[in-house]
């Protein structure tokens, strides 16, 4: 079992930055493929960016492109989302999740198997 502890969220003004971390423990923790979604209330969680497990390859939703970074420390067990430029549109809970097993999709929530309990960010206009 896999667990995932968020930090880092806030409220910022539209235009400033936020980095969220994402530490992860248990066991089988180390070197998993991870990703960012994030949710606000009566919409569906959407995704935000994934990373495989060395930090290698990256994968961005359209809307934060250029915007946001996700990166990993693996000696840290920890994954970071840094977000720069940031819109009032980017108001969400946003969570890291965590898959245990290979697989081609990175997009989908249900491509994943942990998930943590989330961290608000509110950017204000």
């Known amino acids: 079992q896999v667990q995932l502890d968020e930090s880092g969220g806030g409220l910022v003004q539209a235009g400033g930055s936020l980095r969220l971390s994402c530490a992860a423990s248990?066991?089988?923790?180390?070197?998993?493929?991870m990703a960012w979604f994030r949710q606000t209330p009566g919409k569906e969680r959407e995704f935000v960016a994934a990373?495989?497990?060395?930090?290698?390859?990256?994968y961005y939703a359209d809307s934060v492109k250029g915007r946001f970074t996700i990166s990993r420390v693996n000696t840290k067990n920890t994954v970071y989302l840094q977000m720069n430029s940031l819109k009032p549109e980017d108001t969400a809970v946003y969570c890291c999740?965590?898959?245990?097993?290979?697989?081609?999709?990175?997009?989908?929530?249900?491509?994943?198997?942990?998930w943590g309990r989330g961290t608000q960010v509110t950017v204000s206009s």
């Open positions: 999740a965590v898959r245990l097993a290979w697989s081609s999709g990175w997009f989908n929530e249900r491509e994943y198997d942990s």
């Open positions: 248990g066991r089988t923790s180390v070197g998993r493929d």
């Open positions: 990373i495989n497990w060395n930090g290698g390859t990256t």
